[in-house]
């Protein structure tokens, strides 16, 4: 193998579909997090250690930042 992308791979996801990233179990516990930040000393942020840039939450960021 070369380490080129072979034919039989795609490049492109194509679908008509709205894809949701962000479901409402994670939105109500964004809002849970801001209600009850001023209760907390020490935020403790655990990421995904295979993808830790990519698995960054930038609402989460923001709402560290107010803190």
């Known amino acids: 193998m070369s380490g080129s992308v072979g034919e039989g791979f795609r490049t492109v996801y ?8 962000f479901p409402g179990h994670m939105a109500k516990g964004l809002k849970q997090i801001k209600d009850n930040l001023n209760q ?22 923001k709402i560290n930042q107010e803190m």
């Open 40 to 61: 907390v000393n020490l935020v403790v942020e655990v990421r995904d250690a295979r993808v830790p840039f990519s698995s960054i939450n930038a609402e989460f960021e």
């Open 14 to 21: 194509q679908t008509t579909k709205r894809l949701n990233w």
